[in-house]
């Protein structure tokens, strides 16, 4: 029995899928925060180089990956795709179970997709600084190593609940050359503000972007970049679905479902979009699942509404399903799912009805995460134990309802710098964390009127 599917470098994509070209509906407008009229690419310059402004609005299928990046992706692409035989066996599925690696990157986990196309762009236009901000640190780790290979400054706000849980992931960014800052921090004028209200304030990747965003906009020779969210992180991930899609044929089957975690939505359309595009190109169907944090459900719980991507309400304004940006989630362990809003196209898609979304608790995607890792050897990160957990759940439903279905997803990233999180889990400490209903009640009251 075949466990891994490998591609050879040769068979890597060259060019990236944008689901907006086979959309039944348009993507609702981009609006200006001030006039809230539809932005036009001049508006975005002072955050983004012209290259990957052109790729956020345009609606062609395919996108050329640049010579020079196809480079750098083959320090880890094309990325495994395993049968995942212990996990199984050990539930007794008559399910077949595939999963899409992308912890072997040199980073851990999908982000350098995105990271090194943003930073080779914009060292094309002469971009000497890029800001940003994380949760987790898998994207600004990705992006502190995209920038030591482009020679590229990069400053990291990482959000202080993760900073401090993960003092591992700021020594991989410093390796990498990176500035790497607690957010809310004393560097920006908005971050001030907010210590000032609360010294003790926790952070949220809302603030951490507004901070990022303030610095960017300061300096001409600084840019802003995002690992999430936005139409170009999306495109870049696709990677991940065309890879698969190709590894599938090798292994002589087809998903029936296909699981991913989503917080901003970058890994979850990278695997799902490209067969989802298949569909609605008369292909075959799969369901798709999108996994979230209970304690942060965008999906499940938030409003489909024009809303603003940072907390100091400087951004466009988007309309996605959102918590409120004033929203700011529990401190639980997996940070890359602490995001108060999700891509638009991950919204619209879900508008549309061409995906499914259900939320877990902390503990029982940690459970799930554990229960893989004895049987297949990789410690998930605390944000794949969502698409683990979804996994299982649909082996499970296969199991009780006797049907050998395929199940294919998306395993984000490892786990090797959230030792802390599982130690806490052994110790029964970790605990699933509740958002606070009037809080929610409050940011979603505070949405723009649109």
């Given at each position: 029995?075949?466990?891994?599917?490998?591609?050879?470098?040769?068979?890597?994509?060259?060019?990236?899928?944008?689901?907006?070209?086979?959309?039944?509906?348009?993507?609702?407008?981009?609006?200006?925060?001030?006039?809230?009229?539809?932005?036009?690419?001049?508006?975005?310059?002072?955050?983004?180089?012209?290259?990957?402004?052109?790729?956020?609005?345009?609606?062609?299928?395919?996108?050329?990956?640049?010579?020079?990046?196809?480079?750098?992706?083959?320090?880890?692409?094309?990325?495994?795709?395993?049968?995942?035989?212990?996990?199984?066996?050990?539930?007794?599925?008559?399910?077949?179970?595939?999963?899409?690696?992308?912890?072997?990157?040199?980073?851990?986990?999908?982000?350098?997709?995105?990271?090194?196309?943003?930073?080779?762009?914009?060292?094309?236009?002469?971009?000497?600084?890029?800001?940003?901000?994380?949760?987790?640190?898998?994207?600004?780790?990705?992006?502190?190593?995209?920038?030591?290979?482009?020679?590229?400054?990069?400053?990291?706000?990482?959000?202080?609940?993760?900073?401090?849980?993960?003092?591992?992931?700021?020594?991989?960014?410093?390796?990498?050359?990176?500035?790497?800052?607690?957010?809310?921090?004393?560097?920006?004028?908005?971050?001030?503000?907010?210590?000032?209200?609360?010294?003790?304030?926790?952070?949220?990747?809302?603030?951490?972007?507004s901070e990022a965003v303030e610095l960017a906009v300061q300096d001409s020779e600084t840019k802003y970049a995002l690992g999430s969210v936005l139409n170009h992180v999306?495109?870049?991930?696709?990677?991940?679905?065309?890879?698969?899609?190709?590894?599938?044929?090798?292994?002589?089957?087809?998903?029936?479902?296909?699981?991913?975690?989503?917080?901003?939505?970058?890994?979850?359309?990278?695997?799902?979009?490209?067969?989802?595009?298949?569909?609605?190109?008369?292909?075959?169907?799969?369901?798709?699942?999108?996994?979230?944090?209970?304690?942060?459900?965008?999906?499940?719980?938030?409003?489909?509404?024009?809303?603003?991507?940072?907390?100091?309400?400087?951004?466009?304004?988007?309309?996605?399903?959102?918590?409120?940006?004033?929203?700011?989630?529990?401190?639980?362990?997996?940070?890359?799912?602490?995001?108060?809003?999700?891509?638009?196209?991950?919204?619209?898609?879900?508008?549309?009805?061409?995906?499914?979304?259900?939320?877990?608790?902390?503990?029982?995607?940690?459970?799930?995460?554990?229960?893989?890792?004895?049987?297949?050897?990789?410690?998930?990160?605390?944000?794949?134990?969502?698409?683990?957990?979804?996994?299982?759940?649909?082996?499970?439903?296969?199991?009780?309802?006797?049907?050998?279905?395929?199940?294919?997803?998306?395993?984000?990233?490892?786990?090797?710098?959230?030792?802390?999180?599982?130690?806490?889990?052994?110790?029964?400490?970790?605990?699933?964390?509740?958002?606070?209903?009037?809080?929610?009640?409050?940011?979603?009251?505070?949405?723009?009127?649109?």
């Open positions: 029995m075949q466990t891994k599917f490998l591609l050879d470098e040769s068979q890597m994509p060259k060019s990236w899928y944008n689901i907006q070209a086979d959309l039944p509906e348009p993507l609702p407008a981009v609006l200006h925060p001030g006039t809230q009229q539809p932005i036009t690419p001049a508006d975005l310059e002072p955050l983004f180089p012209a290259a990957l402004i052109e790729q956020e609005v345009t609606t062609e299928r395919e996108v050329e990956i640049p010579g020079p990046v196809q480079d750098v992706y083959k320090l880890w692409r094309p990325a495994p795709l395993y049968r995942a035989h212990g996990l199984e066996k050990a539930l007794g599925t008559p399910a077949k179970i595939f999963y899409k690696y992308e912890g072997v990157s040199p980073a851990g986990s999908h982000k350098p997709n995105s990271a090194i196309p943003q930073a080779f762009f914009n060292k094309e236009a002469g971009i000497r600084r890029l800001t940003t901000e994380t949760g987790a640190g898998q994207w600004g780790t990705s992006l502190s190593f995209a920038g030591s290979l482009f020679d590229i400054d990069v400053t990291v706000f990482q959000v202080r609940v993760s900073f401090d849980q993960k003092p591992y992931r700021r020594a991989v960014m410093e390796t990498y050359g990176a500035c790497c800052v607690a957010s809310p921090s004393e560097m920006t004028a908005y971050g001030r503000s907010v210590l000032a209200e609360n010294p003790g304030h926790t952070g949220s990747l809302g603030i951490a972007i999306l495109l870049h991930q696709s990677v991940i679905g065309l890879e698969a899609m190709q590894q599938m044929e090798m292994a002589d089957a087809w998903p029936d479902v296909i699981v991913g975690c989503t917080g901003g939505g970058s890994n979850f359309a990278g695997i799902a979009f490209p067969f989802m595009g298949h569909a609605l190109r008369g292909g075959e169907k799969s369901r798709i699942v999108a996994v979230e944090p209970s304690a942060c459900p965008t999906l499940t719980r938030g409003k489909y509404a024009y809303d603003y991507g940072d907390t100091a309400k400087m951004t466009p304004l988007t309309k996605m399903h959102t918590l409120g940006s004033g929203f700011t989630p529990p401190g639980f362990h997996a940070g890359g799912l602490r995001y108060h809003g999700m891509a638009p196209l991950v919204s619209h898609a879900s508008q549309l009805g061409l995906f499914d979304a259900i939320a877990y608790t902390q503990r029982e995607c940690f459970e799930a995460g554990v229960l893989f890792a004895r049987h297949e050897g990789i410690v998930p990160a605390p944000e794949a134990n969502h698409a683990v957990k979804g996994a299982i759940e649909e082996a499970l439903r296969c199991k009780r309802e006797g049907r050998a279905e395929t199940i294919l997803f998306n395993l984000c990233g490892h786990g090797h710098f959230d030792m802390a999180a599982y130690t806490s889990y052994f110790a029964g400490d970790l605990s699933d964390h509740e958002y606070d209903d009037q809080e929610l009640a409050m940011a979603l009251s505070g949405l723009p009127s649109v």
